[in-house]
């Protein structure tokens, strides 16, 4: 049984940071390719950010590129998104999401593996 964990979300400050990270167990992640998603109220989940395990390729949505960073270690099968510069706009809940290959894919019904969600709420 696949099981993904976030951590890491929080109140802050607009042009604050956060770290968010996202723990994997249960499952050989070896080919997985893993995603951030988020979903303001209201609205549909959104793709943030994917990176592949092997080779590390990433991928970012034009809203987040050059202020979040996705990376990963793999010994802790542990992936993570450093938020900088935040905005209010950037509030929403965050989830994990993974997929069993290799390959970076921005759509949500591509991913088989969810966390739960951590909220990140900025305020203005």
């Known amino acids: 049984q696949v099981q993904l964990v976030e951590s890491g979300g929080g109140l802050v400050q607009a042009g604050g940071s956060l770290r968010l990270s996202c723990a994997a167990s249960?499952?050989?992640?070896?080919?997985?390719?893993m995603g951030w998603f988020r979903q303001a109220p209201g609205k549909e989940r959104e793709f943030v950010s994917a990176?592949?395990?092997?080779?590390?390729?990433?991928h970012y949505a034009d809203s987040v590129k050059g202020r979040f960073t996705i990376s990963r270690d793999n010994a802790k099968n542990t992936v993570y998104l450093q938020m900088n510069s935040l905005k209010p706009e950037d509030t929403a809940v965050y989830y994990c999401?993974?997929?069993?290959?290799?390959?970076?894919?921005?759509?949500?019904?591509?991913?088989?593996?969810w966390g739960q969600g951590t909220q990140v709420t900025v305020s203005s």
């Open positions: 990176i592949t395990w092997f080779g590390g390729k990433t």
């Open positions: 249960g499952g050989t992640f070896s080919s997985y390719t």
């Open positions: 999401a993974g997929r069993w290959t290799n390959s970076i894919a921005t759509s949500r019904s591509e991913y088989g593996y």
